[in-house]
């Protein structure tokens, strides 16, 4: 489990097993009389899901998702998309996934909610080939993938250099379980 900070907004990343679901909620109940409540999702909230709309891998079991780097350190960014663009940007990255599952970090995967993505990675990156095939024979995928990405983006207004579309978060908290695993 890993708990980035942006300003006064938190993100939280946490993998639960197989079907099972935890609320966050649960995790940090003695915060949540601290946290403003997010609307929407039909009741009162202190944590809003994001969609995953892109990973370079996805578990296929337990064994294949086990961390092996103990010397691993979660890396946290966030982004803006502009509103008009968001069907565009999910349309090349389920491309890209589908495409080459396993072009990049293992764990890594973005979340979407409204036009807000948070990426979540680990480093040192995992680089493995993915066991599985993806879903797409195509090969449509823009070779020059920052150019297709770039008008996706609202750019961060004074942001240091490098960081004007990606926001690097700092870690707030990490929580790892006995077998390694971010918990």
Not at 22 to 34: K, N, T, W
Not at 170 to 183: F, H, T, Y
Request: charged letters at 30%; a negative charge.
């Amino acid at each position: 489990m890993s708990v980035f900070a942006h300003g006064d907004e938190w993100f939280l990343y946490y993998e639960c097993g197989g079907e099972a679901f935890v609320d966050p909620d649960s995790l940090f109940a003695e915060a949540g009389e601290r946290l403003a409540a997010w609307p929407g999702g039909g009741r009162p909230r202190r944590w809003a899901p994001m969609t995953d709309i892109f990973h370079y891998q996805r578990p296929v079991s337990d064994e294949h998702w086990a961390r092996r780097r103990p010397d691993r350190v979660p890396y946290g960014r966030i982004a803006v998309l502009k509103p008009e663009e968001i069907a565009s940007y999910v349309y090349y990255h389920y491309q890209y996934q589908e495409e080459r599952p396993g072009d990049g970090d293992k764990y890594g995967i973005i979340g979407l909610h409204e036009n807000v993505l948070f990426f979540y990675s680990e480093l040192p990156a995992t680089l493995e080939a993915a066991p599985y095939e993806g879903k797409l024979k195509t090969k449509l995928r823009p070779d020059d993938w920052q150019a297709a990405m770039d008008p996706h983006f609202a750019k961060w207004p004074d942001a240091p250099a490098g960081e004007e579309i990606w926001r690097k978060l700092p870690l707030a908290l990490e929580a790892r379980s006995s077998q390694g695993r971010s918990a």
